[in-house]
């Protein structure tokens, strides 16, 4: 996967409160590799390898330097990264209730 982070990054930890990474627009390019199962002409599992880790660091956001720090602090004290996981959020809902119903089981 080749891309530009030309908008907010939100992670969704599964124990944790969602966190948002700001915009920086530098370029990464990282392997992902996806595995679908398919039953009855639905997919019934998904396996996902991802190397977020890489894509992290080609961004600046990892390791956490003092410039990564001082981004992610404007970036929350401004509430940009609030605004960030709202809309992530309610994106996600949209898409969840425009799936069609057979999809959701």
Do not use: N, W, Y
Not at 22 to 40: K, M, N, Q, S, Y
């Amino acid at each position: 996967m080749r891309g530009k982070q030309a908008a907010p990054f939100v992670i969704f930890p599964p124990d944790g409160k969602p966190a948002a990474f700001p915009p920086i627009g530098r370029e990464f390019a990282v392997r992902r590799c996806h595995v679908f199962r398919f039953r009855d002409g639905l997919i019934s599992e998904h396996i996902a390898v991802r190397d977020d880790l890489g894509m992290m660091t080609q961004l600046g956001h990892l390791p956490p330097g003092p410039a990564a720090l001082a981004r992610m602090a404007r970036f929350q004290l401004s509430g940009q990264a609030r605004r960030a996981v709202e809309h992530a959020i309610k994106t996600a809902e949209r898409g969840a209730a425009a799936a069609p119903r057979t999809a959701r089981r």
